[in-house]
């Protein structure tokens, strides 16, 4: 079946960093990738999305490029805030019915 | 914000009781997804809907899980019997069409002592 594999469980980093979150696929569907980031008690929030191979998409200062060779959709920032203290989750979508695998999340944690 | 409204926020229940929580998803989403959030913040796929019909669900085994999508009514994920292993944040989601945008709720935490 889909999977999803998030190698990062927990990255810390000073504020003004750079940062890239790992993520790689495995799906016998056309991949439709996202990446969800989640604040404490509160929902989890689309921050990309993309299904177009070799494409960046960009969005609040975050990135990402769909590589279907290397089945990877690393997110990176330039210059991470306090603010982007959060878990952020890699998820594919299956198909037709939309059934999103997640991978296990990364906990990304900006110090002063 | 989310327009995924889901209550109640927080659910408490003794081992063997029913728990039961609701989601109205968002106004023109036929689609809506229920995920289980461990401790780990690992999601579990439980059940999506399409309108009122069942699309995907898991192997409910112990069929201790129901899920219900009416019309005109909020959606409602119900165990019967609840167990310690349970205890977890219950995500509803919804969405628009296919390889789109799925939107969340901030979630039904249910504690089962």
């Known amino acids: 079946g889909d999977s999803v594999t998030q190698t990062e469980g927990l990255v810390t980093l000073t504020k003004g960093l750079p940062v890239m979150l790992n993520c790689t696929y495995q799906t016998t569907y056309s991949p439709f990738l996202f990446w969800y980031v989640q604040h404490l008690n509160e929902a989890p929030k689309l921050l990309l999305k993309?299904?177009?191979?070799?494409k960046r998409t960009e969005h609040q200062g975050f990135y990402a490029t769909l590589h279907k060779s290397s089945s990877s959709f690393h997110l990176q920032k330039s210059s991470v805030q306090l603010s982007d203290s959060a878990l952020y989750f890699c998820a594919l979508s299956e198909g037709s019915f939309n059934k999103l695998t997640f991978g296990a999340g990364t906990r990304l944690a900006v110090c002063p | 914000n989310s327009k995924v409204i889901q209550t109640p926020r927080y659910l408490v229940k003794g081992q063997g009781q029913k728990a039961k929580m609701r989601c109205i998803p968002e106004?023109?989403?036929?689609?809506v997804f229920w995920y289980q959030q461990n401790k780990n913040n690992e999601f579990k796929f439980l059940i999506n809907f399409q309108n009122q019909e069942v699309l995907q669900q898991i192997d409910m085994t112990e069929k201790r899980f129901s899920a219900e999508c009416p019309s005109n009514s909020p959606c409602s994920l119900e165990i019967q019997s609840s167990e310690a292993g349970d205890s977890a944040l219950y995500l509803c989601a919804s969405s628009h069409r296919a390889n789109t945008e799925v939107f969340f709720g901030k979630g039904t935490r249910l504690t089962v002592v």
């Open positions: 993309s299904s177009t191979d070799n």
């Open positions: 106004k023109g989403h036929p689609v």
